[in-house]
């Protein structure tokens, strides 16, 4: 297609969502050098925060209690006592040390668009189509992000394929 191919984006929602949190950081109380914790971290850290309170199978409990952090961050599940102090404990390990994981990538671009209507107008100009290939692969903030940012031009077009989705064992 030419010189138009150069105007398309082509990216994850966390690559197009650290785009939108390193230009408007300050939107959102974050340090402009803030780094992006890898899951591996993310283990260390949540194994580290466990281990004064489990003696068993820590690393399998780490695992769930991981997950469970997704789930309440994404999906707006609860939580269990336990889990919200050690999430609190980790959240602020993560903000202390300028850091963010992956769910709070697409939980704060989320919030970005919410609350400020400049930045959605801008990108809503900037992308007048969106198109979503793994449609079924979309969390509930992921879809809010694409809600909000076709909102204005209302065209937005997904593929989906449910014999491929990556979260069917989440079920």
């Known amino acids: 297609i030419g010189a138009q191919g150069q105007d398309i984006y082509i990216g994850t929602f966390h690559a197009f969502a650290l785009i939108l949190l390193r230009r408007y950081h300050e939107r959102l109380d974050l340090n ?68 963010i994981d992956f769910d709070q990538i697409i939980q704060f671009c989320s ?13 809503g100009y900037l992308y007048p189509a969106i198109l979503v290939d793994e449609f079924q692969d979309t969390d509930p903030l992921q879809y809010e992000i694409l809600r909000i940012l076709s909102q204005k031009n209302k065209n937005l077009f997904v593929v989906a394929d449910d014999d491929q989705s990556i979260y069917s064992w989440r079920g």
């Open 32 to 99: 402009p050098f803030f780094t992006v914790c890898d899951q591996s971290y993310q283990n260390q850290l949540v194994k580290k925060l466990c281990a004064p309170y489990i003696s068993e199978n820590l690393d399998l409990k780490v695992k769930g209690i991981i997950l469970s952090f997704s789930n309440y961050t994404i999906r707006g599940a609860s939580i269990s006592a336990f889990a919200e102090e050690r999430y609190k404990e980790y959240v602020n390990h993560l903000h202390l040390h300028n850091l």
């Open 111 to 123: 919030k970005l668009l919410k609350e400020n209507p400049d930045v959605c107008d801008e990108y």
